[in-house]
C-alpha cells in the first residue's frame, strides 16, 4: 500500500519536478514526487506530494529529509491526510445553523441554502430597474405573496403603520 506525504514550505519560484526528485533520489526509483503549480504562472505553489510503497519507509523518510534545505529554505515533511473526490468543501466548511430570532416558529435554516437565497432576491443591475410586461394596476391574484415565514411580522407592521397614519 503507498503512503503519500506532503511536503511543505517549498520555494514559490519555478521549479522542476527533477529537482525535487533529485533530493530524494538515494532512496530509490520507488518514490515518486508530484509538485503542485500554479496553473497559470507555472510557478510552484510551496507544497508537493511524495509517494513511498510503505508506511515503515514513509516514516524512515520524514526523519531523514524533515528540515532538510532545499534552494535555501527547510522543507517540512509530513504524512499527507486523505482526500477524498467532491468532499473537499464539506470537510473544510461544515454548514452551519441559523436561527432567525424575530420569527415566531424559528426554523433552523442551512447557512449555505440562506446565502443562496440571498444571493438569488438581489434585483439584478441590469436593465436599469425597468420591468418588463407589468400592467400598471396589479391584481390581487397578480400580486407579490410575501414570504410565509415572516408573513406574521409583516402583518404587525402594516397594522402599525395603520395605526401610526390615522392618529
Given at each position: ?10 520555494p ?21 514526487t ?5 496553473r497559470k504562472t ?35 515533511l509530513?504524512k ?58 396589479a ?21 402599525m ?5 390615522t392618529?
Amino acid at each position: 500500500m503507498s503512503i503519500r506525504l506532503y511536503i511543505g514550505n517549498l520555494p514559490k519560484e519555478e521549479i522542476d519536478r527533477q529537482e525535487l526528485q533529485a533530493v530524494f533520489a538515494a532512496e530509490g526509483d520507488a518514490v515518486t514526487t508530484k509538485l503542485i503549480k500554479d496553473r497559470k504562472t507555472g510557478k510552484c505553489r510551496g507544497f508537493g506530494f511524495l509517494t513511498v510503497n510503505n508506511d515503515e519507509q514513509a516514516d524512515q523518510i520524514i526523519e531523514k529529509y524533515n528540515g532538510q534545505l532545499f534552494k535555501d529554505t527547510a522543507i517540512k515533511l509530513e504524512k499527507a491526510l486523505p482526500r477524498t473526490k467532491g468532499e473537499e468543501n464539506n470537510e473544510e466548511q461544515p454548514t452551519k445553523v441559523i436561527t432567525h430570532p424575530t420569527t415566531n416558529n424559528s426554523s433552523p435554516t442551512p447557512a449555505k441554502e440562506n446565502n443562496r437565497r440571498e444571493k438569488s432576491s438581489k434585483k439584478s443591475r441590469r436593465g436599469g430597474g425597468v420591468r418588463e410586461n407589468t400592467p400598471a394596476t396589479a391584481t390581487s391574484d397578480d400580486a407579490i405573496r410575501p414570504d410565509p415565514r415572516w408573513a406574521n411580522e409583516l402583518e404587525k407592521l402594516k397594522q402599525m403603520l395603520a395605526a401610526q397614519t390615522t392618529s
